[in-house]
């Protein structure tokens, strides 16, 4: 496998490790499914991993193409991505419980695809986030230049929707079959995987320190 397919398909496994620690853009596409239908939730997804694009690149054009830099400062590196993924979990771990399934939303499906593009763009910590989970990898170390990173988020985009769209199906055939307080139960279970997610991240991105 070349590094270029290396990072498109990293891409798509890191999307879903990032969507992961995301809950509360998953909370927000099962609700709009629930409250709005399918293709509401579809729009919602489309929008969150169009909005995370950006930041996805830059992160990854910046980290692929001066290894040799990065490999001098490696430690410094992942020290940094340490922090902010511990601050992520804690962050998680400190969001409000979910109390209402559905809700009152306003506007078209073009009005709730732009609105999501710009709420995920809207949010810069999403770039630590981005660089963090690809030092995970180690390809800031391997740098295989502004192709790898192209494909790299297009394979970001590809494992965000994946993930998304899991949901909106869940949300739309039991949505409205399950009772509401066993959907917000499971929906706050959530929080759990956000948090075990960077926990585990951080742990691959040390485990080339310790072992030195």
């Known amino acids: 496998m070349t590094?270029?397919?290396?990072?498109?398909?990293?891409?798509?496994?890191l999307?879903?490790?990032y969507a992961a620690t995301v809950?509360?853009?998953?909370?927000?596409?099962?609700?709009?499914?629930?409250?709005r239908g399918w293709w509401s939730g579809i729009a919602a997804s489309a929008g969150l991993a169009l909005g995370q694009l950006p930041w996805a690149l830059l992160a990854s054009l910046i980290l692929f193409q001066f290894p040799g830099f990065w490999q001098s400062a490696d430690l410094v590196l992942r020290g940094a991505a340490v922090l902010f993924l511990a601050w992520f979990a804690y962050k998680s771990a400190r969001a409000p419980r979910v109390k209402a399934l559905q809700l009152v939303v306003q506007g078209s499906r073009w009005g709730i695809l732009k609105s999501s593009t710009w709420k995920s763009l809207l949010m810069p910590w999403r770039f630590p986030v981005w660089a963090g989970l690809l030092i995970t990898m180690s390809i800031h170390l391997r740098g295989p230049g502004w192709?790898?990173?192209?494909?790299?988020?297009?394979?970001?985009?590809?494992?965000?929707?994946?993930w998304a769209l899991n949901f909106v199906f869940l949300a739309g055939l039991f949505g409205h079959r399950v009772p509401e307080d066993i959907t917000l139960h499971s929906m706050n279970k959530l929080r759990l995987l956000a948090i075990i997610v960077p926990a585990g991240l951080i742990l691959v991105i040390l485990a080339?320190?310790?072992?030195e």
């Open 3 to 13: 590094l270029i397919q290396f990072a498109f398909l990293g891409g798509i496994w």
């Open 15 to 17: 999307s879903l490790l």
């Open 23 to 35: 809950m509360p853009a998953t909370i927000w596409v099962i609700q709009l499914t629930v409250s």
């Open 147 to 162: 192709e790898a990173a192209v494909l790299f988020t297009a394979g970001t985009f590809i494992g965000q929707m994946a």
């Open 208 to 211: 080339p320190v310790v072992t």
